[in-house]
């Protein structure tokens, strides 16, 4: 099960963090993503942190002002997102998979479980 939680309405250029916290398996064990949502646009992958590994992996449209970590102890993910745009807009998820292989995790449908989202707002 995941929850995610941590957004709401920013101005452009504020910061905001997104928890994903994971329960009933060891986060270790995971390949957790951050994805998002606009009306009318598909699923995009923003960032993810493949289970074997604490390599971070970002989506284009985020590198430089987005990053991801993990805090094994407290089995949670967080995106920390700095420089936020209104094309940031969007409704953000974290999914996770416990077998999904390094070439998938981009990929939305890799993932079997997903949080219940969580709005980001960015007004100009």
């Known amino acids: 099960q995941l929850q995610a939680s941590g957004g709401g309405l920013v101005q452009a250029g504020d910061s905001l963090r997104l928890s994903c916290a994971a329960s009933g398996r060891p986060i270790t064990r995971l390949t957790v993503a951050w994805f998002r949502q606009a009306p009318g646009k598909e699923r995009e992958f923003v960032a993810g942190l493949f289970r074997t590994n604490t390599r971070p992996y970002l989506g284009d449209s985020v590198k430089g002002r987005f990053t991801i970590s993990r805090d094994n102890a407290k089995s949670t993910v967080y995106l920390q997102m700095d420089n936020l745009n209104p094309e940031d807009t969007a409704i953000y998820y974290c999914?996770?998979?416990?077998?999904?292989?390094?070439?998938?995790?981009?990929?939305?449908?890799?993932?079997?479980?997903w949080g219940q989202g969580t709005q980001v707002t960015v007004s100009s």
């Open positions: 999914a996770s998979d416990q077998n999904l292989i390094l070439s998938s995790v981009r990929t939305p449908h890799a993932y079997s479980y």
